[in-house]
Nanobody, 114 residues
Framework: QVQLVESGGGLVQPGGSLRLSCAVSGFPFSAIAMSWYRQGPGKQREFVASITSGGNSANYLDSVKGRFTISRDNAKNTMYLQMESLKPEDTAVYYC???????WGQGTQVTVSS
């Protein structure tokens, strides 16, 4: 069975940084694109970032461009989301996903608050 496990969430003050990780097993990780989504309080789940299978190209939600960086280490079957200059509106549960339409992880909570 495919398994996606997020980690790295937590509480951070505005302007702070966090790095999220998504460990994938039961799937040929290096053969598929990956993505991050998030769902804030009272909001719909939204696309945050995606990365090609080889890690050569990425796409981002406009509001996180210049602040978030998606990456992957295919040798470790792990995807990352480096988040900088965090804002309260970034508060959400963050989910990793196979491709942009595949299986979801269980999510990790990110709370940005003073």
């Amino acid at each position: 069975q495919v398994q996606l496990v997020e980690s790295g969430g937590g509480l951070v003050q505005p302007g702070g940084s966090l790095r999220l990780s998504c460990a994938v097993s039961g799937f040929p990780f290096s053969a598929i694109a990956m993505s991050w989504y998030r769902q804030g309080p009272g909001k719909q789940r939204e696309f945050v970032a995606s990365i090609t299978s080889g890690g050569n190209s990425a796409n981002y939600l406009d509001s996180v461009k210049g602040r978030f960086t998606i990456s992957r280490d295919n040798a470790k079957n792990t995807m990352y989301l480096q988040m900088e200059s965090l804002k309260p509106e970034d508060t959400a549960v963050y989910y990793c996903r196979l491709g942009i339409s595949g299986a979801w992880g269980q999510g990790t909570q990110v709370t940005v608050s003073s």
